[in-house]
């Protein structure tokens, strides 16, 4: 007769691997590099926060392309992001909240990402994620997003010129680089060498103000997660307010701060297009489920 404790771990077991499993044979599939998964997203709300265009800060390695910022909410139980490449698409993803299943082409078993949790697609890969919880879980997503279908032949602007704008110092704050995409490796040096695609957290207290961290040239989109902050812009004279779930793009020459006015803690996430020279010998310190910084 087997003993409590070992039907015990079987029964967790069972659960574990039923909460890990998601049936394909009820839904549409297909195979991308050698993985199969679900075409169509289910309790998926996907929001576009903002886009810029590469060509339009000067960054000829990567004309045809933009800068892009998402949040996304994956519902549970069985949310589905469908699966894609990022073969020519390269990506970081975040997990703001919540546990989250990703099946890749990298790997024969799924990567289960935790709240804090970075994913960087880089390389030839396909993916879908599974929300096998109950809990909705939030995704925040930058990525170099093609939009142009000859790159030779889109139109490069100069390098904008540096905004005159007065710069505080940073104060009651912080900010960690999470990862980096060498873009150069990721497309074999057929486009974006010597550029990355880098993720940032930032922290302001209340009372605290964090600056514009890029040069003219290295576009940076902002997403606050918890709390609200001011934003103030050299391209306008009125500041604007983010709360929470609300991004903004600095590009163009552009650059700001943000204010931390309220009386909880603000946390930011921060896409930045840059060289990569800007991140060399600086550690980051995203927590990964798979790869290495």
């Avoid at 265009?53 to 392309?65: D, H, N, S, V």
Wanted: net charge negative; glycine share 12%; hydrophobic share 40%.
């Amino acid at each position: 007769m087997k003993s409590p404790k070992l039907i015990a771990t079987v029964a967790i077991c069972i659960a574990a691997n039923a909460a890990l499993s998601h049936d394909l044979t009820k839904v549409d599939t297909e195979v991308m590099l050698g993985l199969t998964g679900p075409t169509k997203g289910a309790k998926l709300v996907p929001v576009v926060v903002a886009t810029q265009p590469l060509e339009a800060e000067g960054i000829a390695e990567l004309a045809g392309r933009s800068l892009r910022t998402r949040f996304w909410s994956v519902g549970g139980p069985n949310g589905i992001v469908p699966i894609h490449s990022h073969v020519n698409r390269p990506a970081v993803f975040t997990v703001a909240t919540g546990e989250i299943y990703e099946y890749s082409s990298l790997a024969d078993e799924p990567f289960l990402h935790r709240t804090g949790g970075l994913a960087m697609e880089a390389g030839g890969s396909a993916h879908w994620w599974h929300n096998a919880g109950s809990e909705t879980v939030y995704l925040i997503a930058f990525d170099i997003q093609p939009v142009a279908d000859e790159y030779a032949n889109v139109a490069v602007e100069p390098v904008p010129t540096a905004a005159n704008f007065d710069l505080p110092e940073m104060a009651e704050a912080h900010n960690d680089l999470l990862g980096v995409v060498d873009l150069g490796q990721h497309f074999d040096d057929a486009y974006g060498t010597g550029w990355g695609l880098s993720t940032y957290r930032a922290t302001i207290e209340p009372g605290g103000t964090l600056p514009d961290f890029t040069g003219a040239g290295e576009p940076l989109q902002a997403f606050v997660w918890i709390g609200e902050v001011q934003e103030h812009r050299s391209d306008t004279d009125a500041s604007t307010t983010l709360s929470e779930r609300t991004g903004s793009n600095l590009g163009t020459g552009a650059t700001g701060f943000w204010e931390n006015t309220g009386d909880v803690d603000a946390v930011m996430y921060f896409g930045v297009v840059e060289p990569m020279s800007e991140v060399k010998g600086v550690k980051p310190v995203g927590v990964l489920a798979h790869g290495s910084h």
